[in-house]
């Protein structure tokens, strides 16, 4: 069996992206990627086995940014201005047309299984990987805590607040521009070093 070429693959999810954000979950059938992408449904399946796998690839493209950002900040370097870096990403993905048409269909569907698969190659990837970052930023000693968990929730919330929930609703404005987002990273990590100082 040939090997899949990976540039047709991201054709075809840019394709599933665009479909995503024009018409939602129910609009991203296999004959209407087809079409769009201009392939035949045999190939649709020899790249992706089912929906759930295509699903899974849209999510996990969106994701492969922060989740360099965060290898990346792992491997040395100053953990404060590397988390800055990564709380950009994060928000840019979490705001961005992409990001929300995924959230929208996850939120829309009765089913749970979008919400299962947004939150396995989502969330739980990257998750794990701010968790070991913020500790490297207390083994650096810039910060102090002796639970990670409430560091985390504490950074997501200073950084994102109402922000995605806005941008959900299509509120004016809600998506921060590039300066914007540089901003609110610079100040959630400000923020996390006041609350939680290395004592």
Same mark, same amino acid.
């Given at each position: 069996?040939?090997? $899949?070429?990976?540039?047709?693959?991201?054709?075809?999810?840019? *394709?599933?992206?665009?479909?995503?954000?024009?018409?939602? !979950?129910? +609009?991203?059938?296999?004959?209407?990627?087809? @079409?769009?992408?201009?392939?035949? @449904?045999?190939?649709?399946?020899?790249? =992706? %086995?089912?929906?759930?796998?295509?699903?899974?690839?849209?999510?996990?493209?969106? %994701?492969?940014?922060?989740?360099?950002? !965060?290898?990346?900040?792992?491997?040395?370097?100053?953990?404060? +201005?590397?988390?800055?870096?990564?709380?950009?990403?994060?928000?840019?993905?979490?705001?961005?047309?992409?990001?929300?048409?995924?959230?929208? %269909?996850?939120?829309?569907?009765?089913?749970?299984?979008?919400?299962?698969?947004?939150?396995?190659?989502?969330?739980?990837?990257?998750?794990?990987?701010?968790?070991?970052?913020?500790? *490297?930023?207390?083994?650096?000693?810039?910060?102090? =805590?002796?639970?990670?968990?409430?560091?985390?929730?504490?950074?997501?919330?200073?950084?994102?607040?109402?922000?995605?929930?806005?941008?959900? *609703?299509?509120? $004016?404005? +809600?998506?921060?521009?590039?300066?914007?987002?540089?901003?609110?990273?610079?100040?959630?990590?400000?923020?996390?070093?006041?609350? =939680?100082?290395?004592?």
């Amino acid at each position: 069996m040939p090997t $899949p070429d990976p540039n047709r693959r991201n054709q075809i999810l840019t *394709h599933a992206e665009a479909i995503l954000r024009s018409g939602g !979950l129910a +609009a991203l059938t296999t004959n209407a990627l087809a @079409k769009a992408a201009r392939c035949s @449904k045999e190939t649709l399946y020899d790249l =992706f %086995a089912d929906r759930d796998a295509l699903i899974a690839a849209v999510i996990d493209r969106q %994701a492969e940014a922060l989740n360099a950002a !965060l290898t990346e900040g792992l491997s040395g370097g100053d953990p404060a +201005a590397q988390l800055v870096r990564v709380g950009e990403r994060l928000l840019d993905l979490l705001t961005s047309d992409t990001g929300l048409a995924i959230n929208r %269909a996850a939120l829309g569907d009765p089913s749970g299984r979008w919400s299962a698969l947004l939150l396995a190659h989502g969330r739980n990837r990257s998750a794990p990987l701010i968790l070991d970052l913020l500790a *490297h930023w207390r083994a650096a000693g810039g910060i102090g =805590f002796s639970d990670v968990r409430p560091v985390y929730q504490a950074f997501y919330g200073l950084l994102i607040g109402d922000r995605q929930i806005a941008a959900l *609703h299509r509120a $004016p404005e +809600a998506r921060p521009s590039q300066a914007e987002r540089r901003a609110a990273a610079e100040w959630a990590v400000a923020g996390l070093a006041r609350l =939680f100082p290395n004592a």
